[in-house]
T-cell receptor, first 111, second 115 residues
Framework: KQEVTQIPAALSVPEGENLVLNCSFT??????LQWFRQDPGKGLTSLLL?????REQTSGRLNASLDKSSGRSTLYIAASQPGDSATYLC??????????FGEGTQLTVNP | SAVISQKPSRDICQRGTSLTIQCQVD?????MFWYRQQPGQSLTLIAT?????????ESGFVIDKFPISRPNLTFSTLTVSNMSPEDSSIYLC????????????FGPGTRLTVL
């Protein structure tokens, strides 16, 4: 059974800092890995999708890497802003298009 | 990317009643997914709904409690039946984008509180 773990559970940083969120998964037989953002009480916004054959994806200040063999992914946020405050969720897709989610990292960026 | 809407956005219900949540997508999709997010927790897949066939339920979820309809390629409903306070959650509809890599998109969610 696939299990996804995210570290840290919560993170508070001053504005402007670069930061790294971590995601690990137990079964490397994944189809892809997706990072999402969730604001309080809201749905999920897709940030980055990495296919199993890819090593990284970039979008603006966000960079996500994938090391499938070791079961790890990182989300790098450059020059963090208060508007980045949200919960960040990592999810891996396995057979049957099923997404398995981590518990999330709650990020607070202080002005 | 797919644009997904859900109705209602939130509701407060009495125990023992049922609520039907609607999900509308702006394009035709093969599979639609229903997730539950209990307070302070991550998302758990309830079921996968294909048009023209019975929904496939994950372990721990049953059709009697969470009946699903999928009448066409852009619409689905999830009913939460005989509700109890433990059903208080955010319920989210999701689809695969159909583009490169099968990126998955989510609706805004329905926040349900059961008293």
């Amino acid at each position: 059974k696939q299990e996804v773990t995210q570290i840290p559970a919560a993170l508070s940083v001053p504005e402007g800092e670069n930061l790294v969120l971590n995601c690990s998964f137990t079964d490397s037989a994944i189809y892809n890995l997706q990072w999402f953002r969730q604001d309080p009480g809201k749905g999920l916004t897709s940030l980055l999708l990495i296919q199993s054959s890819q090593r990284e994806q970039t979008s603006g200040r966000l960079n996500a890497s994938l090391d499938k063999s070791s079961g790890r992914s990182t989300l790098y946020i450059a020059a963090s802003q208060p508007g980045d405050s949200a919960t960040y969720l990592c999810a891996v897709k396995t057979s049957g298009s099923r997404l398995t989610f981590g518990e999330g990292t709650q990020l607070t960026v202080n002005p | 990317s797919a644009v997904i809407s859900q109705k209602p956005s939130r509701d407060i219900c009495q125990r023992g009643t049922s609520l039907t949540i609607q999900c509308q997508v702006d394009s035709q999709v093969t599979m639609m997914f229903w997730y539950r997010q209990q307070p302070g927790q991550s998302l758990t897949l309830i079921a996968t709904a294909n048009q023209g066939s019975e929904a496939t339920y994950e372990s721990g979820f049953v059709i009697d409690k969470f009946p699903i309809s999928r009448p066409n390629l852009t619409f689905s409903t999830l009913t939460v039946s005989n509700m109890s306070p433990e059903d208080s959650s955010i319920y989210l509809c999701s689809v695969e984008g159909g583009g490169i890599g099968d990126e998955q998109f989510f609706g805004p969610g329905t926040r349900l509180t059961v008293l």
